[in-house]
């Protein structure tokens, strides 16, 4: 009964605190004036952000099509030799600055959308590519080895034990991916793809605080909201049995 109470007025005090602080960031986002211009961006926000969306959307399900079937075919007998060659040249898009390849992107496709989705597209590959060789090479031989003491044959056993085995890690991977993606995407504005990066860098240009935050905020989040979907269909499209989520 008194852990009872105990568990109550702590919940009480957890949610009075969250009042609090709420309105405290309420109070200040008024007084610095970043409502009033974000009530004034709103049209500016909606529009943009749905910019944003389509290019996280484009560019990670791009990514996704092609890493994860690519980190498959270099789990396979006659490409498995490739796997770390393939990684590395992964590595080397990884290990240029962002901006730069949008750059490059830039000189090869011109100015616009097209440019943004592919240097979104190159910066996204290497988490899902690395973390599907990591997930199948992780599964263990002796579940290899029971499956095809059953008789099943390399896609039997592809789709029915390495695939399932492997899903978590592949989900960190695409994760990680998209993680990376939507907060890479504000970059595309310098190159004309559009995205938040319109009011990120315009509020910065012209030392507009809440123009800044007004493009800052609505990334954050999208952040969060793509991380928390990702998070729900990595527990509900895992099997049980190799879920350590359920």
């Known amino acids: 009964m008194a852990d009872q109470i105990a568990i109550g007025g702590f919940s009480r005090l957890w949610r009075n ?3 609090v602080l709420i309105f405290a960031l309420g109070a200040w986002a008024w007084a610095s004036g970043l409502l009033p211009t974000m009530f004034d961006l709103w049209d500016d926000i909606v529009f943009l952000t749905r910019q944003h969306i389509m290019l996280v959307a484009i560019s990670g399900g791009l990514a996704i ?3 994860i079937p690519l980190g498959v075919a270099l789990t396979r007998r006659r490409l498995r030799r490739y796997g770390d060659i393939v990684l590395q040249v992964l590595n080397i898009g990884a290990t240029i600055p962002t901006l730069a390849v949008l750059a490059l992107s830039m000189s090869l496709l011109g100015i616009g959308d097209k440019p943004a989705i592919f240097g979104l597209f190159v ?3 290497l988490p899902i590519v690395s973390n599907t060789l990591a997930g199948i090479r992780a599964v263990p031989p002796y579940l290899i080895e029971a499956a095809q003491g059953m008789g099943m044959s390399p896609w039997q056993i592809l789709w029915k034990v390495e695939l399932p085995n492997a899903m978590f890690v592949i989900y960190a991977g695409i994760r990680t ?6 907060g890479t995407v504000p970059l595309a504005f310098l190159i004309g793809g559009g995205g938040l990066g319109e009011l990120i860098f315009s509020g910065i240009a012209l030392n507009e605080f ?3 935050l007004a493009g800052a905020i609505p990334t954050a989040l999208l952040a ?11 527990l509900w499209t895992i099997p049980r049995g190799v879920n350590p989520l359920r």
């Open 177 to 182: 991916a998209l993680a990376i993606n939507v």
């Open 224 to 234: 969060i909201l793509v991380d928390f979907l990702m998070s729900q269909m990595q």
């Open 210 to 212: 809440g123009m800044m």
């Open 17 to 19: 605190g969250l009042l």
């Open 65 to 67: 099509l092609v890493g």
């Open 123 to 125: 910066v996204t590959l």
